[in-house]
């Protein structure tokens, strides 16, 4: 499951995005511990069973551990994987709809370039 590209979905995938783009900026490195779900919950507004669905499927895809009375922390080798993860997702479901669009206004590389600089 991806997170980056979260615009329209559930709050869940929303705080998963935030916890995904944390760890690949290295802000939770491998060993870190994570928030605890009422802590992210009451930092984002959420319900702690939204939090603890991000969180499981953060578990389910293999990029955290609970260690049980003690919290969730992340795995070595979680931002490699969730990097991997995320561009494979990019270049096969996102990259398609912005070349489609990106054609559709008649944008060529140079209005690009200009426009990013």
Excluded: C
């Excluded at 615009?7 to 900026?25: C, G, N």
Aim: hydrophobic share 45%.
């Amino acid at each position: 499951m991806t997170a980056l590209n979260s615009e329209d979905s559930p709050v869940y995938i929303k705080l998963r995005a935030t916890i995904s783009a944390a760890i690949l900026r290295g802000e939770f490195r491998a060993g870190d511990q994570l928030p605890s779900v009422r802590a992210l919950a009451a930092e984002h507004g959420a319900n702690p069973l939204t939090v603890a669905k991000a969180y499981q499927s953060f578990q389910d895809d293999g990029y955290v551990e609970v260690r049980r009375g003690v919290g969730m922390f992340v795995l070595a080798g979680a931002a490699e994987k969730l990097r991997a993860a995320e561009r494979e997702h990019f270049i096969n479901t996102s990259w398609p709809r912005i070349a489609a669009h990106i054609d559709l206004l008649g944008l060529d590389v140079t209005d690009l370039l200009e426009a990013a600089s």
